[in-house]
């Protein structure tokens, strides 16, 4: 079967593509698990231990042995890869045509030797193969760029436990644009974000997943809806140009009372392992006092919930207050305060649509 032509794409036309195509990640194992394109497919070249052998050739003995070594390696899995890509690439038609159907994007670490050796095989055996002009640390450098633009962002605060989250969410299918920090980061952000979500990214495919989100958000839209967070989320830093342009923008303050917060929070919580909320205490001691702490975890012992967790709120609410004032520019001016009688996610939602929408009709 005759090869088609390869084609190089810049990482604009890439990312674009990745949209309806599938991405081909030729790096290590180790490389991809550490942080790779969101949605790619790991192919790899080389397992960690080879591409290990294979550099080490290339440093000591010289392209053209490294080149032979790699080509030992290669031989053995040819067949393997090309069937691993055809059961990729086998979808049901639904009118698509076949050349459609039969086109990957292929990329490794600097669109060298990798990317093309696996490109002229899928190429040669009947595939549409494009890969990316300068391969995976382009898409860094294009990730970083994305940090550096600006948004039009429009920023939900409100005490733990007002429902921020799920507001955003309700934004979300009411068809606004919305960042997800939380989702990306797969934490909640307080000490007891870790409760109940998957292990998190590494801070590099954090930061893939968010320019992707950030892509998808057009200039010419009027808001982008985005959770008031700390810096840190766990073990995930927001980038520094992003966080500070965020704290520039208008805050839509959810003020929902205490005792509805806090009934809101033993819902979400309440379910926890009690050994596991204890760890979670246990990390916030030094700020949350050594008596307070005591009290808290006691009440968990004892089962009482109620008084457990409004130990805990009152730290919280403490504590975003002083963080909104130091973190926000022009602080007084740039909140605008929205009385929520409950955490009633769909209206509460509204109500911040209107108070939008008669702000910017003044």
Not at 227 to 247: A, C, H, T, V
Request: aromatic content about 10%; proline content about 3%; overall charge positive.
């Amino acid at each position: 079967m005759l090869g088609m032509s390869i084609e190089k794409l810049s990482i604009e036309a890439f990312v674009e593509l990745s949209k309806t195509y599938p991405v081909l990640d030729v790096r290590s194992p180790g490389e991809y698990s550490h942080a790779h394109i969101p949605g790619a497919f790991n192919l790899p070249l080389f397992t960690d231990k080879e591409r290990t052998i294979v550099g080490t050739a290339y440093k000591h003995e010289g392209r053209e042995k490294a080149i032979k070594i790699g080509l030992e390696y290669f031989g053995t899995r040819m067949v393997q890869m090309v069937e691993a890509v055809e059961q990729l690439t086998r979808l049901p038609a639904n009118g698509t045509s076949e050349a459609t159907r039969r086109t990957v994007l292929v990329h490794c670490w600097r669109g060298g030797m990798r990317s093309a050796g696996v490109a002229w095989l899928l190429d040669l055996y009947g595939f549409k193969v494009c890969t990316l002009s300068g391969g995976y640390k382009v898409f860094r450098k294009w990730v970083l760029e994305q940090f550096e633009h600006s948004y039009c962002f429009k920023v939900i605060g409100g005490y733990t436990g007002s429902g921020k989250t799920e507001i955003l969410n309700a934004l979300q299918l009411n068809g606004d644009a919305i960042i997800d920090l939380e989702a990306l980061a797969c934490h909640k952000g307080s000490a007891f974000g870790c409760l109940g979500q998957p292990p998190q990214p590494s801070q590099e495919m954090f930061e893939n997943k968010l320019a992707l989100e950030l892509s998808k958000v057009s200039s010419r839209q009027p808001r982008v809806w985005i959770e008031d967070e700390s810096q840190r989320i766990g073990d995930i830093n927001i980038p520094g140009q992003l966080y500070k342009s965020k704290g520039s923008m208008p805050v839509y303050f959810i003020d929902v009372p205490f005792e509805e917060r806090l009934q809101h929070i033993i819902n979400n919580y309440g379910k926890f392992d009690k050994q596991n909320l204890s760890n979670a205490i246990m990390r916030i001691k030094k700020r949350l006092g050594t008596l307070e702490t005591k009290n808290a975890i006691n009440y968990l012992l004892e089962g009482d919930m109620k008084n457990c967790f409004a130990v805990l709120l009152k730290y919280y609410d403490k504590w975003y207050s002083k963080s909104l004032l130091q973190t926000m520019e022009n602080a007084h001016s740039n909140i605008t305060r929205i009385d929520c009688t409950t955490v009633d996610t769909k209206n509460n939602a509204q109500l911040i649509l209107r108070t939008f929408e008669n702000i910017t009709a003044i």
